[in-house]
């Protein structure tokens, strides 16, 4: 069945920055449109970046310039670049296949990103 795993999380200061990693399987990756998510306490999910399958990437205006999402097909495995993390950037990040922007399939588990001094 399709399953993601996303890694790369942690605690980072205002400023700093991570690397995300999702990886898939049980999906023909080069075929579909990839997107990262994010879900705040009290919050409901966002999609925060999206790649149409290597063609063209789009963001979310709050993090537009910020983050950079990248695939690497070969490895079944696409990326969210973080560089100046805010402390509003704290959520638990998800990654799904999306079909016309919307995700289609069970959410992994996501990994905490928190943002703090």
């Known amino acids: 069945q399709v399953q993601f795993v996303e890694s790369g999380g942690g605690l980072v200061q205002p400023g700093g920055s991570l690397r995300l990693s999702c990886a898939a399987s049980g999906i023909i990756f080069w075929l579909y449109d990839m997107g990262w998510y994010r879900q705040a306490p009290g919050k409901e999910r966002e999609l925060v970046a999206s790649?149409?399958?290597?063609?063209?990437?789009s963001y979310a205006d709050s993090v537009k310039g910020r983050f950079t999402i990248v695939r690497y097909n070969a490895k079944n495995t696409v990326y969210l670049q973080m560089n100046s993390l805010r402390p509003e950037d704290t959520a638990v990040y998800y990654c799904?296949?999306?079909?016309?922007?919307?995700?289609?399939?069970?959410w992994g588990q996501g990994t905490q990103v928190t943002v703090s001094s």
């Open positions: 790649d149409t399958s290597g063609r063209c990437t």
């Open positions: 799904n296949r999306l079909a016309r922007g919307v995700a289609t399939d069970p």
